[in-house]
């Protein structure tokens, strides 16, 4: 028999949490764990369709949340490789299928993709696949048709300290744990960020986001040092009115503060939206790193799009 008690219960299910009834066919690249999960939660609580691209179909077999609202066709789920251009197409058509229809286009997409953290005394703390961040953001770029569909949202998950000016402003004990710990992760997501700002049209400056040199490009890109030519890829700020990046500080899975609020939609944020990661910052729950992109998306878009923001408490 089907066991849909397994997981907690949702947060909030007996409030009302509709930011805005248009906005409701969501695809989520990377939510079958972590934060791009809780994004995806934080959608689904507040009725809007979501569509998972997933590797294995089987990710949510056990999970009685997800599986109800597969039951109550509410979610759809995809099987194939963010990496590879014809899932992440495919991916899109099944949401614009599931959803309100070609017409109506997809209104968010939520990207947060991220490798495997392991170590090996060979090499020390790796991830795999080395590159999971870059490649999928390739992917993405040069299979969606996000060009001829602007009023497709896009968010983008990337981390602090990801920049020497960002790396810089961590506190001692956190520098310290990400030199060891989140090296290889925070180069492959450099490596994305450079991605983004060219599709945004935003300035690379070697010195405060740190060049990235011939071979590390080789290794990094698909496509390596060609990969600005490389088809389907949106010219020089093609995506700036579109997308939005979010670059949280220590993900955490504590509570969702932004749920406590009395006003979700007018209120102000129980968490700080910087432009640069204050010295003081330390953590966040990725339910309010969810909260926040819910709330951005929805009815703070003109405030957030063609920008790079920190959240931290």
Same mark, same amino acid.
């Given at each position: 028999?089907?066991? *849909?008690?397994?997981?907690?219960?949702?947060?909030?299910?007996?409030?009302?949490?509709?930011?805005?009834?248009?906005?409701?066919?969501?695809?989520?690249?990377?939510?079958?764990?972590?934060?791009?999960?809780?994004?995806?939660?934080?959608?689904?609580?507040?009725?809007?369709?979501?569509?998972?691209?997933?590797?294995?179909?089987?990710?949510?077999? $056990?999970?009685? #949340? !997800?599986?109800?609202?597969?039951?109550?066709?509410?979610?759809?789920?995809?099987?194939?490789?963010?990496?590879?251009?014809?899932?992440?197409?495919?991916?899109?058509?099944?949401?614009?299928?599931?959803?309100?229809?070609? #017409?109506?286009? !997809?209104?968010?997409?939520?990207?947060?993709?991220?490798?495997? !953290? +392991?170590? #090996?005394?060979?090499?020390?703390?790796?991830? #795999?696949?080395?590159?999971?961040?870059?490649?999928?953001?390739?992917?993405?770029?040069?299979?969606?048709?996000?060009? $001829? $569909?602007?009023?497709?949202?896009?968010? !983008?998950?990337?981390?602090?300290?990801?920049?020497?000016?960002? *790396?810089?402003?961590?506190?001692?004990?956190?520098?310290?744990?990400?030199?060891?710990?989140?090296?290889p992760a925070h180069r492959d997501k450099?490596?994305?960020?450079?991605?983004?700002?060219?599709?945004?049209?935003?300035?690379?400056?070697?010195?405060?986001?740190?060049?990235?040199?011939?071979?590390?490009?080789?290794?990094?890109?698909?496509?390596?040092? +060609?990969?600005?030519?490389?088809?389907?890829m949106p010219a020089v700020g093609a995506?700036?009115?579109?997308?939005?990046?979010?670059?949280?500080?220590?993900?955490?899975?504590?509570?969702?503060?932004?749920?406590?609020?009395?006003?979700?939609?007018?209120?102000?944020?129980?968490? %700080?939206?910087?432009?640069?990661?204050?010295?003081?910052?330390?953590?966040? $729950?990725?339910?309010?790193?969810?909260?926040?992109?819910?709330?951005?998306?929805?009815? %703070?878009?003109e405030q957030y799009k063609g920008s790079?923001?920190?959240?931290?408490?």
């Amino acid at each position: 028999m089907d066991n *849909f008690e397994r997981n907690p219960p949702l947060r909030g299910v007996s409030e009302a949490k509709t930011y805005n009834s248009g906005l409701w066919n969501v695809l989520v690249i990377g939510g079958s764990r972590g934060t791009g999960y809780q994004i995806a939660l934080a959608y689904l609580e507040r009725a809007y369709t979501v569509t998972f691209l997933v590797r294995d179909k089987s990710t949510f077999d $056990s999970d009685g #949340t !997800i599986r109800a609202f597969i039951a109550g066709g509410q979610v759809k789920v995809v099987e194939g490789d963010a990496l590879v251009e014809a899932d992440v197409r495919k991916a899109w058509d099944g949401a614009l299928k599931h959803g309100a229809g070609p #017409t109506r286009g !997809i209104d968010t997409v939520a990207f947060c993709l991220g490798g495997s !953290i +392991g170590y #090996t005394w060979a090499t020390g703390v790796t991830l #795999t696949p080395h590159n999971i961040v870059t490649r999928g953001l390739q992917a993405l770029f040069c299979s969606l048709p996000l060009q $001829s $569909s602007p009023n497709t949202k896009l968010t !983008i998950v990337s981390s602090s300290g990801v920049f020497p000016e960002s *790396f810089n402003n961590l506190p001692w004990a956190l520098r310290q744990a990400t030199s060891y710990g989140l090296l290889p992760a925070h180069r492959d997501k450099r490596s994305a960020e450079r991605l983004i700002a060219h599709v945004a049209g935003w300035t690379w400056d070697d010195a405060r986001f740190g060049p990235i040199p011939e071979e590390e490009e080789r290794e990094m890109y698909d496509g390596a040092r +060609g990969w600005r030519e490389r088809e389907g890829m949106p010219a020089v700020g093609a995506l700036l009115e579109q997308l939005a990046v979010v670059r949280p500080l220590l993900l955490t899975d504590g509570d969702c503060m932004g749920d406590k609020t009395k006003d979700e939609l007018a209120g102000a944020e129980p968490y %700080r939206v910087e432009t640069l990661n204050s010295t003081n910052a330390w953590s966040i $729950s990725r339910k309010d790193v969810a909260h926040f992109i819910v709330k951005a998306t929805t009815s %703070r878009w003109e405030q957030y799009k063609g920008s790079a923001v920190y959240l931290a408490y």
